[in-house]
């Protein structure tokens, strides 16, 4: 138990910054790998630029990579605030200075 005035006691050190990015960042480009794969092998950017955004002129190579991207961001959204809820409390519950 601490006071106001000993340090907490926590439950493990502080992670590296590299290796909490990276704990963010793999599982969400492999989990875009996938989602890019399934998703483009029923889609054709050629179609879903003509059906969205026509005036682009945007090749098939580029509509993979948009897609792959847009699919990273969102999976990386999804981790960082899976690790932004799963931080020990007891890093962030001190009492307020006075």
């Known amino acids: 138990m601490t006071t106001p005035t000993t340090p907490p006691v926590f439950d493990h050190p502080p992670r ?3 290796q ?4 963010i960042l793999w599982p969400s480009f492999f ?3 996938v989602a890019t794969m399934v998703f483009f092998a029923f889609v054709d950017p050629l179609v879903l630029r ?6 682009l002129h945007i090749t ?5 990579t948009l897609g792959f991207f847009a ?6 959204s999804s981790s960082l ?3 932004i809820l799963l ?3 007891s890093r962030f519950n001190r009492p307020l200075p006075r």
Not at 20 to 23: S, V
């Open 16 to 18: 590296p910054l590299a």
């Open 71 to 76: 699919f990273w961001l969102a999976t990386a």
């Open 20 to 23: 909490r990015i990276g704990a």
């Open 31 to 33: 989990a875009a790998g």
């Open 81 to 83: 605030f899976t690790w």
């Open 50 to 55: 003509d059906a969205t955004f026509p005036q």
């Open 60 to 64: 098939r190579g580029w509509g993979y």
């Open 87 to 89: 931080r020990p409390a």
